[in-house]
């Protein structure tokens, strides 16, 4: 008899100022079957905490804004203990495409992995500003080897999914946007097995700049010193 | 140039007092438990050095001879310098240990605040 089991799986957005996406952010979800949502409001000043939870999002609150990687964690740990076998991580500035989240789960179970990334170089659905596409992804993706170990189509994406076994394992201690390479240094250190997933990536915003890449080097080399 | 009794320039008695206040302070603090045995040490050290250079100028240039720096003004002026760099740089560690620890701090206040708001 084939044992058939039935996974919960929750997916976490970190939201900070997103009150004008994150309601269709979390209806796409819904839409697309995925109920179990966790929205972390890093503190926004407008009204995200509102509206996501007017979405039947479950919503917790950072009484201090404490960036990307932090509100992360912090979701992380909630759908831990609402008992997540599965973990998506998600964008709340609508960049992701709902519709990707089952592709990347299936992938997920099918091939055994401990963690999923999302690209958006693995297909040629994602508009990607030129400058972006031609210099600033391929410094990020060597700069990421460095810092990693682990060579990858797209250095920067938010969109992963880990199982239960990884979320724990991996603790992330970046508070900014350093948060990426670290999962994937610590996905690679712990020997986890992953695999990239095409992802389709919609730019409102341009994103990490030049400014965020260096600010995301500094906090890397001062966590070497941090014990 | 104001000499005091003809032997010792003002900015020298000015340095040695200052150094005397740190030392001062610098047992204060290790009295009341602020600072550890090293850092206690390090500091004596430190402002030992600057009241023997402060009184006697030329202690600096033996050493500045010594390590081939030439002058002994120079020599504390490198120094001073890379001292600065150290305790900048264990500062800035210490700021990104203390923003992470209130990381930790502000998840544990959100989490009990929804553990709280499901009872």
């Avoid at chain 1, 797209?154 to 724990?168: I, P, S, Y």
């Avoid at chain 2, 150094?19 to 001062?24: H, K, M, R």
Wanted: charged share 20%; glycine share 8%.
């Amino acid at each position: 008899m084939v044992e058939i089991k039935y996974m919960t799986i929750w997916i976490v957005i970190p939201a900070y100022n997103e009150e004008k996406q994150i309601g269709r952010v979390i209806a796409g979800l819904f839409e697309h079957g995925w109920h179990n949502v966790v929205v972390v409001d890093d503190n926004s000043s407008d009204n995200t905490i509102v509206v996501a939870r007017k979405s039947g999002a479950l919503v917790v609150h950072h009484v201090l804004n404490r960036g990307q990687g932090a509100a992360l964690r912090t979701g992380d740990e909630l759908a831990l203990a609402m008992g997540a076998d599965v973990i998506v991580h998600f964008d709340g500035d609508e960049q992701f495409d709902p519709g990707d989240v089952k592709g990347a789960v299936d992938y997920l179970q099918e091939k055994g992995l401990g963690a999923v990334l999302g690209s958006k170089m693995l297909d040629n659905r994602s508009q990607i500003p030129w400058l972006k596409k031609l210099l600033i992804i391929p410094i990020s993706r060597v700069i990421n080897l460095m810092l990693t170990a682990a060579w990858l189509s797209d250095a920067h994406n938010g969109f992963r999914v880990l199982t239960r076994a990884t979320a724990e394992k991996i603790i992330i201690t970046q508070d900014g946007m350093a948060h990426n390479s670290e999962i994937i240094g610590k996905i690679k250190k712990n020997g986890i097995k992953f695999a990239e997933f095409p992802v389709k990536v919609v730019y409102n915003e341009y994103g990490q700049g030049v400014g965020g890449g260096v600010k995301i080097l500094r906090d890397w080399i001062l966590s070497v010193f941090i014990r | 140039m104001y000499k005091i009794r003809g032997f010792m320039y003002l900015i020298q008695i000015l340095l040695a007092l200052f150094a005397l206040f740190a030392l001062l302070k610098t047992k204060q603090k290790f009295s009341l438990g602020d600072i550890g045995r090293r850092d206690l040490l390090v500091w004596v050290l430190l402002w030992v050095a600057v009241i023997v250079v402060a009184i006697a100028p030329n202690s600096a240039a033996v050493f500045a001879k010594m390590t081939g720096v030439g002058r002994g003004a120079d020599l504390v002026v490198y120094l001073a310098l890379a001292l600065l760099f150290y305790l900048f740089f264990r500062m800035t560690v210490r700021i990104e240990k203390m923003k992470r620890e209130i990381t930790v701090l502000t998840r544990e206040i959100s989490l009990k605040e929804k553990n709280s708001e499901s009872k």
